[in-house]
């Protein structure tokens, strides 16, 4: 079993900056891929960027140049830097981990609210 923990998510205007935290504890050796997905509201869950220990990372066209992810293997903690934030970035942020292919474990969730 992994544990999955989000943190960092708030209200900031638009423009401004936002770094949202996974912190991963339990089996974590099983993993090889992490992901970050958001669901605005009353819309569909979609994946916002992926990282993945073979195909590197990936980042939805809507996000590119803008938002980063990263991991720290040292301190079990996934990392999503969102820079120039926009009203349409509003969402509840969560966090991915997996293996061969499928999502397996999920964070309960960050809110992440930008004003226009």
């Known amino acids: 079993q992994v544990q999955l923990v989000e943190s960092g998510g708030g209200l900031v205007q638009a423009g401004g900056s936002l770094r949202l935290s996974c912190a991963a504890s339990?089996?974590?050796?099983?993993?090889?891929?992490m992901g970050w997905y958001r669901q605005p509201p009353g819309k569909e869950r979609e994946s916002v960027a992926t990282i993945r220990r073979i195909s590197g990372t990936w980042y939805a066209d809507s996000v590119k140049g803008r938002f980063t992810i990263s991991r720290d293997n040292a301190k079990n903690t996934l990392y999503l830097q969102m820079n120039s934030l926009k009203p349409e970035d509003t969402a509840m942020y969560y966090c991915?981990?997996?293996?061969?292919?499928?999502?397996?474990?999920w964070g309960q969730g960050t809110q992440v609210t930008v004003s226009s």
């Open positions: 339990g089996s974590i050796f099983s993993i090889n891929a």
């Open positions: 991915a981990a997996g293996q061969g292919g499928a999502w397996s474990y």
